[in-house]
């Protein structure tokens, strides 16, 4: 079933609902049951009360209990007069008098001077039977009863608990039915969420889930979503990153076989065969900066990051002295002018890889006799210099993995993961960076601190 928590909170809602309506039902119906006897017994205490006061009186009451009689109204209710022994000294319907009885009621009206009911079935019909003392100094020396049909008061009473009932049963179908409504609205961006999950499972990292809701179901859906953006650029990455890393690890292979061939085949001379050696060895080279490169980033994947306090200062030193001698040979002139008071939060043997990556960047796109200058403050440090610059449309990527700009423009080779590694290290940390360049003029890369050191 799709919608099963739909049905279940359909179900959970109908069941409260119908427990609740059933108790209120019931109340409803016991105290309509009640004021409706109670307004009968009432009538019926107020007439056999009349009818005490007038035997009370030696007022003959016989005129009365015929009157019904005579109407042949024997349902309307039949009125007995007992005496203290149970005698029945008057009866309206005439068959009972001289007879001797004593029920219940009679009994109650006779011992307790007070009035009382009882409620019987006589045939298929409700009966009550109604009696009253007739005291004289506090003491009863006869009963008045009445005993009436009231099936018409039973039949409303039924009809009343039918309607209360079936509308109760009308507005639980109902709250059922908007509950079910609900629940499905509720969890239709779940099923959609779940389906969607699914398909991300089964690789399809482009899903993307569309709730228009501000609750807490739309924000899951938003952050659904971001999660599987985020994944499927990682899978791009990780896809680009793999076709990037067998293409450069090709390319110097096929060289070095291509190389290597003429030489085994002897049709290389010995002067061309050295010069294809020296090749072979530069591709070499070539192969193991990028193998080294690449496990640097794959070391980073899994890196926990040992923060201590350097003093950026220091750490620049240090750079400068490694990279003193490639420098030279260019007689490019490295230049710290970082505050010495200035004090990060970071990892120093990746903090190192981040300023030698610079650094050496920018000796390898440096011109001759140029200069790089590192500058810091509390906010960030810059890596300064005047050197090739790179042209505005390469700006954007030269963070990506393997990317170089235009080489011939260069001169320079590389594997194109330097900025890709630092701008991990960076990520890292949870800094920043961003290159600013103007071809032919030189290039400033800046490294912001967040929070503010
Ligand atoms: P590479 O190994 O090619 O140097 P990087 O990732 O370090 O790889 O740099 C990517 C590209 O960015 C380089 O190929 C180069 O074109 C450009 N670049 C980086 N730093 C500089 C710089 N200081 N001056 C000019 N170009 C730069």
């Known amino acids: 079933m799709k919608h099963k928590l739909a049905y ?25 049951r009640d004021n409706q006897l109670k307004k009968n017994e009432s009538f019926y205490f107020d007439l056999s009360s009349m009818l005490s006061t007038m035997v009370k009186n030696n007022i003959r009451i016989t005129n009365y209990i015929n009157t019904s009689e005579e109407n042949g109204d024997r349902n309307a209710g039949r009125v007995l007069l ?5 005698k029945v000294l008057l009866d309206s319907g005439g068959e009972l008098s001289g007879v001797s009885m004593t029920n219940l009621e009679y009994r109650k009206a006779l011992e307790n001077g007070k009035p009382a009911a009882g409620y019987y079935t006589y045939g298929d019909k409700g009966m009550a039977m109604f009696s009253y003392p007739v005291s004289i100094e506090g003491k009863t020396s006869a009963v008045v009863m009445i005993s009436v049909f009231i099936q018409d008061i039973y039949d409303d009473i039924n009809r009343f608990a039918i309607q209360v009932i079936a509308t109760s049963f009308a507005v639980a179908f109902a709250v059922v039915i908007v509950s079910v409504l609900m629940g499905k609205r509720l969890s239709e961006p779940i099923v959609r969420l779940t389906a969607a999950a699914g398909q991300i499972y089964k690789g399809k990292m482009d899903t993307i889930v569309e709730v ?31 076709s990037d890393v067998s293409h450069e690890l090709k390319t110097p292979l096929a060289s070095i076989k291509a190389l290597v061939e003429p030489i085994i085949s002897g049709a290389a001379n010995e002067e061309e065969s050295r010069e294809y050696l020296q090749d072979i060895d530069h591709e070499i080279d070539r192969l193991s900066g990028l193998v080294g490169s690449l496990l640097t980033s794959a070391r980073l994947e899994e890196v926990e990051l040992k923060r201590q306090e350097l003093i950026l200062a220091e750490e620049v030193d240090y750079t400068v002295r490694v990279l003193a001698p490639l420098a030279a040979q260019k007689q490019i002139v490295l230049e710290n002018a ?19 990556n610079l650094l050496d960047n920018s000796i390898k796109y440096g011109i001759e006799g140029g200069f790089t200058r590192v500058e810091c403050t509390r906010k ?19 963070f990506d993995s393997f990317y170089r700009a235009d080489k011939s423009r260069t001169g320079a080779s590389g594997s194109g993961i330097g900025l890709f590694i630092v701008k991990r290290i960076i990520e890292l940390h949870g800094f920043g960076i961003s290159a600013v360049s103007q071809p032919g003029k030189g290039s400033e890369f800046t490294v912001t601190f967040y929070p503010d050191v």
């Open 8 to 32: 279940r909170l359909a179900v959970t809602y109908g069941l409260i609902f119908i427990l609740a309506v059933a108790v209120i039902d019931t109340a409803l119906i016991i105290v309509y």
């Open 82 to 86: 007992l005496d203290a022994s149970g």
């Open 212 to 242: 228009a809701r501000n609750d807490e179901i739309g924000r899951l859906a938003g952050a659904f979503n971001r999660m599987s953006s985020e994944l499927l650029k990682v899978e791009t990455g990780r896809k680009r990153f793999l």
């Open 338 to 356: 970082c505050d010495r008071t200035i004090v990060i939060q970071a990892d120093r043997s990746m903090f190192r890889e981040v300023l030698i």
């Open 380 to 398: 960030a440090f810059k890596v300064i210099d005047n050197g090739c610059g790179i042209p505005e449309e390469d700006l954007p990527g030269i």
